[in-house]
């Protein structure tokens, strides 16, 4: 069975960091690509950020372009998302998603962080 | 940047009933179209992909169509878990998600 399992969430200040992890078991994560997406409380689906399934290939929205970064251990089938220099607007639940086909085939429950001070 | 609009944003309906959602992108995207359900509280789950081809374990009361830049999800006849939020989302250039049409009981 598919799992993804994100981690790292919680209450930033302006300014500050934080480091999510997503967790992947059930499959061959080193043969897939996978994408971080989130979602403000009350509003939609936001796309953050890609990583290819070597990790040689990264691509990020702009809202999030020199803040973010993605890499993936595929030795240890994980995948992480380091977020610098957080806003109020970060605020969200950030989900990892597998990637097949281009298209998010399976999600992780979802990680909150909440960017205020 | 591809721009994708979803109508209606709120759709009332009741069981039973027959239920098109429309997604348009603001560019040609093919059939690059993903159509995603989201219940409150939970992750999203793919329903169809390539604007027309059903996820495997998805009911068939569930369809998609179009192609270009005008694409529909129909519900068939609507059941008691279909009640939720759906979004379409393009993959012709990185990521792209519409805002969302809810579904909700009539």
């Known amino acids: 069975e598919v799992q993804l399992v994100e981690s790292g969430g919680g209450l930033v200040q302006p300014g500050g960091s934080l480091r999510l992890s997503c967790a992947a078991s059930g499959f061959t994560f080193s043969s897939y690509e996978m994408n971080w997406v989130r979602q403000a409380p009350g509003k939609g689906l936001e796309w953050v950020s890609y990583i290819s399934s070597s990790g040689m290939t990264t691509h990020y929205a702009d809202s999030v372009k020199g803040r973010f970064t993605i890499s993936r251990d595929n030795a240890k089938n994980s995948l992480s998302l380091q977020m610098n220099s957080l806003r109020a607007e970060d605020t969200a639940v950030y989900y990892c998603a597998r990637t097949s086909e281009m298209t998010f085939d399976y999600w992780g429950q979802g990680t909150l962080v909440t960017v205020s001070s | 940047d591809i721009q994708m609009t979803q109508s209606p944003s709120t759709l009332s309906a009741s069981v039973g009933d027959r239920v098109t959602i429309t997604c348009r992108a603001s560019?040609?995207?093919?059939?690059?179209l993903a159509w995603y359900q989201q219940k409150l509280g939970r992750a999203p789950k793919l329903l169809i992909y390539r604007a027309s081809s059903l996820k495997s374990g998805v009911p068939s009361r569930f369809s998609g169509s179009g192609s270009g830049t005008e694409f529909t999800l129909t519900i068939s006849s609507l059941q008691p878990d279909d009640f939720a939020t759906y979004y379409c989302q393009q993959y012709n250039s990185l990521w792209t998600f519409g805002q969302g049409t809810k579904v909700e009981i009539k």
């Open positions: 560019q040609n995207i093919s059939k690059w």
